[in-house]
């Protein structure tokens, strides 16, 4: 017997001894928690370690960039948002997980997020057919419409279909300044994001045809004016005189207090619409598919990916995949999602949990996520954002007109492309 127990002693200490220790870089965010608290359950179930460094957003870009440039990888999962997604994608410094696992393929129950887990080098843009196989999806952050479903239950309201059907309900509430019948995120550091929906959903973009390489500039498009029109005119009949100086932070307390009836949000802010130290609207807020215009819905991606470093050891790299592939099965994204964190599988919209009143954003999720677009799949994306930020605040501000802020900004995007050695044109400028 006392053999025996050696004997297992000194297998459990080998086991101990050979499981890798790893280490992540995630962003501090509201998900985190959520993700945390997972993270805790497969170190349980597994034995292995992983040691996060939690880091604000801002300095994400720095640490990835100094851990792919050292000789040898300072994280063996580093994860990436979409501002950041395609340069470093086009680095060329994340390994294909097929060189790891050449049978391991996303399975179709997880998002697809506009193919941004493959990257062609050869066109610079994210392509599942002929990229290579370099992220998995981490957090399914898009943008949703939030709509205070207790409001429309007095009223016998029905979630807007079309942007029309938003002005239309929205008045039924809309009493400044007590409560605005919808808050939009117009200030300058974000406002491209929270145009997203409505340019996308008017047959509007910023480049032609990313995803095969064609960069052309069609921001000044005659799509893209009606739906800055469109914009406007929510905000000057049931929204707030001074939506471009609004955040994401001022627009959510808005919510969380009351006084907003709508609002296009991440799906990332639910949580603290429930949380009884935050909320004043605990269990009276519904999310829907965000409203559509001739075009169809349209959500902004906003979600993350995580890569793993070609200089990472090659017995972390199989222990990192091993990891990716739990976290994204369909019964461990059921415990991601009950432990607070966003999940990044469509078909948790059939899942049991998805009746519940307290997940009942999951069809909203999983209804956006599908018609969720990338704004900027670009090598330029900081660069770029910040122009359509500088422009779209202009013309929310008062400052200039639709046509000259369009025609504006797509000049100096179309320097920026150019100046890259991307494959690019113009339109004819607006009149």
């Not at 799949?377 to 929310?396: C, F, G, W």
Request: hydrophobic content about 35%; glycine content about 8%.
């Amino acid at each position: 017997m006392k053999r025996l127990i050696s004997l297992l002693a000194v297998c459990l200490l080998a086991s101990t001894a050979t499981a890798a220790k790893l280490n992540m870089l995630i962003n501090q965010s509201p998900w985190f928690d959520g993700f945390r608290k997972t993270l805790v359950m497969y170190e349980e179930e597994t034995g292995e370690t992983i040691e996060l460094d939690v880091t604000p957003y801002p300095g994400m870009s720095e640490k990835i960039r100094n851990s792919i440039r050292s000789p040898e990888a300072i994280y063996d999962i580093v994860i990436t948002s979409t501002e950041f997604m395609a340069t470093y994608a086009n680095s060329g410094e994340f390994i294909n997980f097929n060189d790891i696992d050449p049978d391991f393929k996303l399975d179709s129950g997880i998002c697809g997020y506009q193919d941004t887990s493959y990257w062609n080098y050869e066109t610079r843009s994210f392509d599942a057919k002929n990229g290579e196989f370099i992220g998995i999806p981490v957090n399914g952050n898009v943008q949703v419409l939030y709509y205070r479903r207790d409001l429309y239950e007095e009223k016998g309201l029905q979630p807007p279909k079309t942007w029309d059907d938003l002005i239309k309900n929205a008045a039924e509430f809309h009493n400044p300044p007590r409560m605005y019948g919808m808050i939009q995120r117009s200030e300058r550091g974000a406002v491209t994001y929270n145009f997203g929906p409505y340019m996308f959903s008017h047959g509007g973009a910023v480049y032609k045809d990313p995803q095969n390489g064609d960069f052309s500039i069609v921001f000044n498009s005659e799509n893209n004016r009606k739906a800055l029109e469109k914009y406007l005119e929510i905000r000057d009949k049931v929204g707030h005189p001074n939506a471009h100086s609004i955040g994401q932070g001022e627009m959510i307390q808005y919510l969380r207090t009351g006084k907003a009836a709508h609002a296009i949000a991440v799906i990332a802010a639910w949580g603290g619409m429930d949380d009884e130290e935050k909320s004043a609207v605990i269990g009276k807020m519904g999310a829907a598919l965000i409203p559509s215009g001739p075009n169809g819905s349209a959500s902004s991606l906003g979600h993350w990916e995580a890569h793993i470093p070609k200089n990472v050891k090659p017995e972390h790299q199989k222990a990192a995949l091993k990891f990716l592939k739990w976290l994204v099965t369909k019964e461990n994204q059921i415990k991601y999602t009950e432990n607070g964190a966003v999940p990044v599988r469509c078909d948790l919209i059939y899942s049991p949990i998805a009746k519940e009143d307290r997940f009942r954003f999951i069809e909203a999720l999983g209804q956006n996520s599908e018609v969720a677009k990338f704004i900027a799949p670009t090598v330029t994306a900081v660069e770029s954002t910040a122009i359509t930020n500088l422009y779209l605040n202009k013309i929310v501000a008062g400052e200039i007109s639709i046509v000259d802020g369009l025609n504006q900004a797509a000049e100096e995007l179309h320097k920026i492309t150019a100046d890259n050695g991307m494959k690019t044109g113009m339109l004819p400028k607006l009149k």
